[in-house]
Nanobody, 120 residues
Framework: QVQLVESGGGLVQAGGSLRLSCVVS????????MGWYRQAPGKQRELVAAITSGGSTNLSDSVKGRFTISRDNARNTVYLQMNSLKPEDTAVYYCNAAVGTPLVRSRDYWGQGTQVTVSS
């Protein structure tokens, strides 16, 4: 059983910062891709940032220069540092990870989501 637990969401004023964390726990053999997605009301879920096991990162154009993704492999944790937040960043943020277990080579797992609200 693998679980992803996010934390760090909340309400912040425009221009402020938040740091999201996602801890992966359970019967883990390895963690490959880790990423953050978000879904605003009435919109499709979109990829915000991703990081490979080797540390290569990719960010969507809408957050480049403002968000940073990082991971601590020893702690099975991925972070999303969000600076210069804008009202349009308001969404539920979901953690995603491709996890290998002793029984399955790789499978996608999702966290429960954490709300980020940016007021103008």
């Amino acid at each position: 059983q693998v679980q992803l637990v996010e934390s760090g969401g909340g309400l912040v004023q425009a221009g402020g910062s938040l740091r999201l964390s996602c801890v992966v726990s359970g019967s883990i053999f390895n963690i490959n891709f880790m990423g953050w997605y978000r879904q605003a009301p009435g919109k499709q879920r979109e990829l915000v940032a991703a990081i490979t096991s080797g540390g290569s990162t990719n960010l969507s154009d809408s957050v480049k220069g403002r968000f940073t993704i990082s991971r601590d492999n020893a702690r099975n944790t991925v972070y999303l540092q969000m600076n210069s937040l804008k009202p349009e960043d308001t969404a539920v943020y979901y953690c995603n990870a491709a996890v290998g277990t002793p029984l399955v080579r790789s499978r996608d797992y999702w966290g429960q989501g954490t709300q980020v609200t940016v007021s103008s």
